[in-house]
């Protein structure tokens, strides 16, 4: 089992800062305070302490992932845009050495056709896909088993 | 809110009658019959009948999807080979006309590159890939989670 | 001339068996039993006996398309999701040596790319692809013309 | 029900002028005089005037499609040799707004690659594909449906 | 600078002549007419003289762009479908010498996958794509600019 | 080496069930069932039991494969139309932990492209391509001589 | 009519700020601050305040154009290199829901094959490509008239 | 051998009519008429009437190369930039039934990737590519002499 | 039957005359001459004279393949690394008009991509992969099946 | 005008040794022998010194080639299997700076799809294909003539 | 020769910061600090001032190479993961007119297909990959050849 | 550390005989000659003998690299031509169980497509690209290091 005082990781990649504010009939009016919020009460529950951290920018999303690899037990990752063109994410994430989970909040199989390549799917633990903010909550839930069982 | 009078209907695809009775130190001792018993108690916790059908043959699951248009609420499956060459099971899932929730067990952007495309990816609601059995329990919580909201 | 003792035989592949019953609004209020029975009454008026035989297996078709080899004089074909997969069905058509004619209801150029590339196109006599369910009428007559001209 | 005083317009594209009168061996001793009266016949029985076009020259094709808009009820089309290369005929086609039927007399699935992508396919009611001059007879049924249903 | 008393040479490809007439709703009530109008008065406040051409065909563009070699001072092109397909209009543009700009009404890039390859693109001094009739107006702006700077 | 109290087992994917009886003039006079008997004879040389199975079903395929891992030593399979199509099969053969040989009649890299694309070729031990109903009797040795230095 | 106390704001990708400073043979000695000028001079004449930024870095762009969502009326963009390579900044166009106007000094066609794809092509109105600092005036022009129109 | 009263045909295609009177400095100073010149002279001393025909008209040359298989024994053929997009000219030189020769001034594979593909090449008997006016001549020769062994 | 009294000519490519005096534990301790023993053992055994030439030159290759048109009556050929890429010995096996077997020791499907094309499969007979030496002696006794049938 | 004291080189690839003594029906009775002297011949009443040289090996051929900087005028070459795989006799071509010419005997646009690409298509002066032996007589005269205008 | 009194700019890519503190198993135990050091070592034994920078953004690595421009003799770059992602970094490099050599630690030929592809690579002068520190060494070395030949 | 007493095997691919002789504008005036004398005299200063071997043909090279099994520490390569084309090279790399360094003189990603795919880059330890005749100095640099830390 992993150190539980250590916490989890959420990283939340660019345009993610926008969620709830603008275009409720698409996104919802849920805001990423309010996910973040969720995943806080979900993450007591299951009994770890949980950071969040948004950046629209790659570099300020590496920088943080490194840190993780001292100060976090896991990583639970929406890497938005960067999902489909960061290799430096990808990196970070290999060299953090930490169990990591990749989530989307819409079907990104429904979307254009280059959002289908993910260039994370294949260094995570696992993917969850397309449940609006339960995507973050069933990830967090994946990640502790994945810790537990760790 | 759904009909939550009608079960949801748990499909396995071809090859997953073998778990756990084979090759344990590869898909861990769990076997499907003991997948579905952790399946049944999470659903009657969430409030929701279950049932659960395996085959082999593309067809039969053709047939069991047919039947869940009158009979189910929704459609976890996992469709493992034919995830990946079955447009019959695609058009199955499209004209039952339920929320359908695909899962994986084992990363399958890990493994052959074949095996990335899902013929499934975008007429469900969503994906959870990777989790071992813990990808079946994700996926109940998340077809819940569609049905309550829809 | 063919002889004109042996059955025209009406294919129908995975999922037609829905047909009218569900989804009216798209498909139409035509169910496959009332296709059937338009296709007996035109193949009454050319002169022919007709079967019709539906499954969602592709292993049964693959078997109904071996006995044709001896019991029909052609095939009129719908075969559809293994349009697209089943080399199986094609080599049985091959093997059956019987003019074949594929059918489809809807347009499968205006759906998914993978719709466009047919298994069965390059041997079979040709296609009528569009028409809803007068496309299987429209067959029956070019099926009748080839064979009178056989 | 479409307007039957406007005449059904059958275009034929480049080198279909040639037929019956070179190579009977291969594409039969029927000329393209002799399909149009076959075709004139059939619409007489069905209730429809009818006009043949034929021309070797995209633009000529475009301008009379063009034309169709105001005086014709439908379009039967085979296109020929620019099925596969002319954009300009297919935006006609569109703008002029009336239920077209693709149509062609070899199985155009059995010859070169690239003759079996069709820059029409997708934006016609449907095609008709193989039968020899009865694909003209087949597709002009099939467009009196289609304007019957209309 | 470039010789003034040329006229700049205005060519719409095949179906432009059809703009305004029909389905205004989809393209906007704008006669093609009306567009050389405007064309012609913005010529006139920039000083330069004007010519416009539509044709439905290939061949007939190719020689009205060859004459342009003698007798016009540059070429303000919207090649319509020929855009995709035609190599003979690239040719005749880089052999009449003249600067030439590629408009193009709707945005290309939102349509058919093989709408976004131009075959004049690279020999274009350069591309306005996506205003409706102002791209035209934009267009010979920016001719009239490189004439200028000539 | 291997238990040889445990049969050898053969396996005929679709359509092979027609052998012989049919177009004796492009596949010979030789039926299936006297290619089982060959193999008898041969495994009978080579102190083996022998089990043949024929299916045109893609699911009863893989659940006799299924079977095989407890009662078979080794597995000869000629897949027929599913050599390129199933995944499945594939996943039953990987699961069931025998050494297998994949044969082929024909040489299917002197048949259309899309049949040179083997779905087991690189999970079997070795492929024996090409001698008609030799290639069962070498693949045959083949698979003896795995089992022998097994 | 949009609302014109909100001004247009003009982005600027990365290494456009080396504009004019180095290597005026080839792009020419107008400085990005006489772009800059030059726009501020046509907004003015056109009754549009405008705003402009540049940055080397992709977070910093969609931070930017973030805010445009609240703070400007349309968005006239030059990515630079981001153009081939940013999804972040293509979903922040999207996110901000304002008309936007790509334009590129060079002609984009001419050079490397991955500088011709565009990923923010379909999702702004238009593009103006390859005519210089005149692409941005040209780009200005068609944003009011897009804004006007609005 | 073949009929030698009848003239071998000698097919320009789009813009070489403008040969010789534009850009000396690239094409040479010689004249499409003076190469028709030529090729007379060599055609009498070859002992074969022969006559030109150059459009810039696809349709056109699509109906000049239909009346050769009445009136001329053989074709020669630069197609121009026909040669990479035209399936109308390649199905007209098809039904003829004449030898062709394809002829090239420059050397296509020196130029931009589309040109390397030649619609005609596999129709035709051979190619001759790449040595300015000489080809048409050198193509004549090895026309004459496919004639003479015909 | 063929003529007993040419010998069945065994080729080796290059690096094969490394098998067995290096890497023992991977391609076992067998070296080129053993084999080539076994072969002639077994080539006795079936009544054929056998001779074998290996040889690291591409050039060579053909020319002994040249040679074995007078003087060989088949061909059993491992063409090494030349399978992926000499079309030289493809030309030189058609040119011999033998019947000729290919022989691989390694499952080239399990390894590089470009391993799995062969430049041969279409024109030999047949093919025998991945039974390491037994390749070659299942090969000989496939040729001599061949060759009594021939 | 090229130095005339230097021989042409005529280069044959592999195989082409076997011209003429097998096969006659096919490539006709013609031997390489035969083609040579023909060459002299020709070259002779052109004026020229000629030399032939045949290789089955691509170091030999490229070392001729190398040999001809000094020695030779100019290159006639037919590479046989080498256009299609050589990179090596491509860039002995560039390095030894005489104008080359590439001759094939049969058409390859009509044999496989690899032998369309021929690695020497850009750098020689031009092709002739498809002529049989008079390929390289015709291909003897371009050379001349390139010489000449030299 | 260049001036030697501007350094040459070292520059290290996103993730190098983390080399030697983690994983000395995989990356050696050397760290980015000792790296440096070495080249600052070997820098002044060829006699040139060095300066070293290291980003995880690509933003900043952007702004660093423009100031290059002025202050620096040469660039030597490891651009980490943005080798095979940013066209902005190739862009600066290309605008800061300094000879640049691109160096990595690992083959990048022995991992994902992806990173075989460096948007750098035919813009620096040269590439140094696989040999980990030494790779910095060497090119240190190559940089400095270059500019002392200058 | 590596066996001192054996020497560094240099090998020179196809045409690079040619080096300094020929066209020293272009490739400099440094014959192979010269190269190998400065190898000689940097191999001397590392400590180690050094062997150099050039041929222009494939199996040469391989036999050569072959005999490196034995008799030679390390392989510094050149594979010129052949880098892109020879499987047999790769393997023979492979068998030896050697070092091996790549390099080339030239940038191979400024030039053709094809040549930026090396069928040796994976399997080697590391390339050194684009420096000119140091290439091969810093090759062996690089060599030594490799095997000094052996």
Request: proline share 3%; hydrophobic share 45%.
């Amino acid at each position: 089992m992993s150190d539980e005082s250590k916490a989890i990781l959420v990283l939340h990649g660019p345009n993610l800062n926008m969620l709830g504010t603008r275009e409720p009939e698409i996104y919802g009016a849920t805001t990423l305070a309010e996910i973040d919020a969720k995943l806080q009460e979900l993450a007591a529950e299951l009994g770890w302490p949980l950071e969040a951290f948004q950046s629209n920018g790659e570099g300020e999303l590496v920088s943080r992932i490194q840190q993780a690899a001292e100060s976090n037990s896991g990583v639970l990752i929406n890497p938005g845009a960067y999902t489909h063109t960061s290799v430096a994410i990808r990196d970070a994430v290999i060299a953090c050495r930490l169990p990591a989970v990749e989530v989307h909040l819409s079907n990104i199989h429904q979307r254009e056709e280059f959002r289908r390549r993910s260039l994370l799917a294949d260094i995570v633990v696992g993917q969850i896909i397309g449940f609006g903010a339960d995507s973050y909550l069933l990830g967090l839930r994946a990640l502790a088993g994945v810790l537990a069982a760790g």
